[in-house]
């Protein structure tokens, strides 16, 4: 019933945006970046920021309790490439609620946050069999279930110099690149988790974590998280870990992944944030497809299995710089832009760096203030050590979309992808040759 709720949800989105169109009507690892677009008190249907209304949001958040309730959809279709042009619809819905202690229980600087994400849908890739290595619609993935992504306690002290958190958390909710406003994997989300998904993570999965924010200087902050990294949170069978709070069973590969970060947000009309940090796993798993190591090939396949441990732990650094442009007119009218580098090390990893690069602009005509449009390129590099017909090629994704903000509560980004070399060098999994793949589609968001 969830599900269908879903869809139903989103193609009657889909029907009051093309209204609005007409009718002049004026969107988080995990959708939604942008600010509501208007106060709450404003409850004209169009351009209200919830689909049913504040429903007493306000007065709740006032007394220290805010939720919400957002539904996600993207709907691509392959136009050319991999063997099949077909189309996949994926997407997810998720309630979020924060309480603010101090309101409630008189402990200031105190914060308990809930987050439940429910996802549901195919993967192009597989369905069109575009080798990709990033996935051509990104919300899919870890599972067509009910997911208990945050669920943690967090302190500040010392005037909000200190912060303590610790809980169920998504490494990517405290380290990393957070926007996600591209359909295509390569610029959305954790990148260290799109290239090492097989111990870090991303956003919905979960893991129990301690992290410690601390303020060096009004504009520099230091981070330091130790999160358990057993691969069980990763089971869709388990409803005790992945919905309730639970410890998965112990794994001879879990260890301790730690991640390092030095955060610069430069303050001022042209505002940033500039991550710069590293991580260390313990407990090392060489990929499959690297030399001593027989698996299964991402890409490729056709090979047995062999799990061989590797104790030396893996690592990788990375950077991440996201920067207001210009000030174009009031609010947020203006370019921003990111660009993301993750290097893993060349003895772990099968896909061994990630690059990338984009640009947005808020306000793209001067009477459509919230409307954007959003471009970008990136690349992909397989280690050329792995045995692969794909190794040392790079997969080079280009996306570009226009995001129209068709009420106060639905945003449409309608998106086209060429994706050159998917795999790296094009190989499926049949070690066949495939053209490079254009991929068409739209992303639905509603705020209920």
């Not at 689909?51 to 805010?66: N, Y």
Request: proline share 5%; with cysteine; net charge negative.
């Amino acid at each position: 019933m969830l599900r269908r709720f879903m869809n139903t949800a989103g193609v009657c989105g889909v029907g009051i945006a093309f209204s609005s169109l007409f009718c002049g009507g004026v969107y988080a690892a995990d959708f939604s970046t942008k600010a509501a677009p208007v106060p709450y008190a404003a409850d004209d249907f169009w351009t209200r920021p919830y689909l049913f209304g504040d429903l007493g949001r306000t007065r709740l958040k006032e007394q220290g309790i805010d939720i919400g309730l957002t539904l996600g959809n993207e709907s691509v279709g392959n136009v050319s490439g991999g063997s099949r042009n077909t189309a996949a619809n994926a997407g997810q819905l998720w309630f979020g609620a924060k309480l603010d202690m101090g309101k409630l229980a008189g402990i200031p600087g105190g914060t308990v946050g809930l987050t439940l994400v429910d996802r549901f849908g195919k993967n192009l890739n597989t369905e069109a069999d575009i080798p990709a290595l990033q996935l051509t619609n990104e919300v899919f993935g870890r599972g067509n279930i009910l997911r208990l992504t945050q669920l943690y306690y967090s302190q500040k002290l010392f005037d909000d110099r200190l912060e303590l958190k610790g809980g169920r958390l998504p490494v990517g909710s405290d380290f990393f690149f957070g926007l996600c406003e591209f359909i295509n994997l390569t610029f959305c989300g954790g990148q260290p988790g799109n290239i090492q998904g097989g111990y870090i993570y991303n956003w919905p999965v979960s893991q129990w974590a301690g992290v410690v924010h601390y303020k060096i200087a009004p504009e520099f902050t230091v981070s330091v998280g130790v999160y358990d990294a057993n691969p069980g949170y990763l089971t869709t069978s388990d409803p005790g870990v992945y919905f309730l709070p639970g410890i998965p069973a112990s794994n001879p590969a879990s260890g301790v992944m730690v991640p390092v970060e030095l955060v610069w947000t430069p303050k001022g009309p042209l505002t940033g944030t500039w991550r710069l940090g590293g991580w260390y796993d313990s407990a090392s798993s060489i990929d499959g497809g690297l030399p001593g190591v027989i698996g299964t090939i991402p890409g490729v396949g056709g090979v047995p299995d062999q799990n061989i441990s590797d104790q030396r732990g893996r690592y990788g650094v990375y950077e991440s710089i996201l920067q207001r442009l210009t000030v174009d007119g009031p609010g947020a009218v203006g370019w921003y832009t990111f660009l993301n580098t993750t290097v893993a090390d060349h003895r772990t990893s099968y896909q061994d760096y990630q690059i990338a690069l984009g640009f947005r602009h808020t306000g793209t005509f001067s009477w459509r203030a919230q409307d954007e449009v959003g471009f970008a390129v990136g690349t992909t590099h397989v280690n050329t050590a792995a045995l692969s017909p794909n190794a040392g090629g790079n997969e080079v994704p280009l996306e570009v979309w226009y995001g129209w903000q068709a009420t106060g509560w639905l945003n449409l980004k309608f998106d086209a992808q060429y994706v050159i070399n998917p795999g790296g060098r094009g190989y499926n999994a049949a070690g066949v040759k495939t053209d490079n793949a254009v991929v068409l589609g739209m992303r639905t968001e509603v705020h209920f």
